[in-house]
């Protein structure tokens, strides 16, 4: 599957002030994502605007929540497929993860909260709440970016207003011999926009367009972002879905998270006319993406290289 490079992914400077919509240095970072994304389908960005306590309190919180016996973290299900508990997998002995639906909202954390501490935990609910709050506004001006990339302007506020989010954690368990090992299987994700953060353990490659991986280090204020295959067909193909793993090695665990935007129930995906002409024709019928996620879940979803392909390609 291709080798290990020296590459490195592009780094995307979020931190500057007075990063807004139609200003000089907005068009300049706007065009440092076309080039990443078009390149990549994935970049770094440098974003410290959450607090670096906050970004201290969430990996702390993480690994508190997994410190729980796994009774109690099998508690946690979800109305979609494969955004509650996963662990416990022979074939990814070292990775467990723990899905909190709509993180923004903190009635909705406290209630996933006391799944896990039924007394309640507000440092915790607290902590996730006002991360995931602040991660979003990364990513809305990401995806308005991309938008605007397409002069398709006019479907902001629609865009924006028809996303809910996932924040899925996860842990990866130190491999105990000395080779490396697996940590999460290479895949595309299937939402529109991924942003991950993690701890100081380093393990996560992306593929290039050559087909070699990518080891991906990131810094404490960097955070790595990921087109979905959600969005690829939504923009009929014009940005791609980037293969990415974890393996893992040395002695201590990974802690990562992942802020994951997707198109509400009941949205149907359908690509905008702008995007769809002689020299591009269409490439997926239009799809809702509950549907969508429950194929790839499948067996026969599991499959193809393209899942998105293989379920509404034209
Ligand atoms: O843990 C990571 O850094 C990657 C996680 C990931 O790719 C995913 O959950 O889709
Ligand atoms: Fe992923």
């Known amino acids: 599957m291709g080798s290990q490079t020296a590459l490195k992914l592009p780094v995307i400077d979020f931190t500057k002030p007075d990063l807004k919509p139609g200003t000089v240095v907005w068009n300049l970072v706007k065009s440092q994502v076309e080039q990443a994304l078009q390149e990549y389908g994935c970049f770094e960005a440098l974003f410290h605007k959450i607090p670096l306590e906050i970004r201290e309190a969430i990996l702390g919180a ?11 973290k099998t508690r946690n299900v979800s109305k979609l497929p494969y955004n509650g508990y996963i662990g416990q997998y022979p074939h990814l002995s070292l990775y467990e993860s723990i899905g909190i639906d709509d993180p923004n909202n903190m009635e909705k954390v406290e209630a996933q909260t006391s799944t896990f501490w039924p007394e309640g935990n507000t440092r915790f609910s607290k902590t996730v709440q006002s991360f995931s709050k602040q991660l979003s506004e990364l990513d809305e001006m990401i995806r308005r970016m991309i938008l605007e ?21 996860m842990k990866y368990k130190e491999p105990k011999t000395s080779e ?8 595309t994700d299937k939402n529109l926009l991924t942003i991950l953060y993690q701890n100081e353990v ?6 290039s367009n050559k087909e070699e991986w990518i080891d991906v280090k990131p810094s404490k204020d960097s955070f790595i972002v990921f087109v979905g295959e959600c969005l690829h067909a939504w923009l009929n193909g014009r940005l791609k879905a980037t293969y990415h793993r974890v393996m893992m090695s040395g002695d201590k665990p990974r802690y990562s998270l992942g802020l994951f935007s997707f198109p509400k129930g009941g949205c149907i995906m359908k690509a905008p006319e702008e995007l769809v002409d002689e020299a591009h024709p269409s490439l997926y ?7 969508f996620l429950k194929f790839c879940y499948s067996e026969e979803g599991r499959i193809p290289k393209s899942a998105i392909k293989a379920y509404c390609g034209v």
């Open 62 to 72: 993480v690994e508190e929540l997994f410190d729980l016996p796994l009774q109690i």
């Open 149 to 169: 990339i397409f002069h398709l302007e006019k479907y902001i506020d629609e865009h924006m207003n028809s996303t809910n989010y996932l924040l899925r954690v």
């Open 285 to 291: 019928k239009p799809f809702d993406y509950a549907e």
């Open 180 to 187: 490396t090992q697996l940590g999460l299987s290479a895949h």
């Open 202 to 207: 380093h393990g996560l490659g992306v593929q």
